[in-house]
Nanobody
Framework: QVQLVESGGGLVQTGGSLRISCEASGHTGDMYSMAWFRQVPGKEREFVAA???????YFTDSLKGRFTISRDSAKNTVYLQMSSLKPEDTAVYYC?????????????WGQGTLVTVSS
């Protein structure tokens, strides 16, 4: 089983930047892609971005240009660099893993890391 631990969240002003991280541990042999999702209380969790081991990147169109995803496979860690932050980016950010290209994301989630953007 894979364990996921997100970190790096915090309070930032509108227009600011923040980098959050997620480290996977446990059964990390099959991690085709690592991804970020976010969730606002009362709303569904939404996909943000994903990166495969080969560096292929998938992004929600609305966040392209402000967010950057990267991955350090040697450290089993995925990063999300967020810039020009807006209050609507306030959410709990979660990471997840897709073991194979055509597999679903894992049912296990980490505790998430809260990003709060003040106006």
């Amino acid at each position: 089983q894979v364990q996921l631990v997100e970190s790096g969240g915090g309070l930032v002003q509108t227009g600011g930047s923040l980098r959050i991280s997620c480290e996977a541990s446990g059964h990390t042999g099959d991690m085709y892609s690592m991804a970020w999702f976010r969730q606002v209380p009362g709303k569904e969790r939404e996909f943000v971005a994903a990166v495969s081991g080969a560096g292929k990147i998938y992004f929600t169109d609305s966040l392209k240009g402000r967010f950057t995803i990267s991955r350090d496979s040697a450290k089993n860690t995925v990063y999300l660099q967020m810039s020009s932050l807006k209050p609507e980016d306030t959410a709990v950010y979660y990471c997840n893993v897709k073991p194979e290209p055509n597999s679903p994301y894992l049912e296990v989630w980490g505790q998430g890391t809260l990003v709060t953007v003040s106006s």
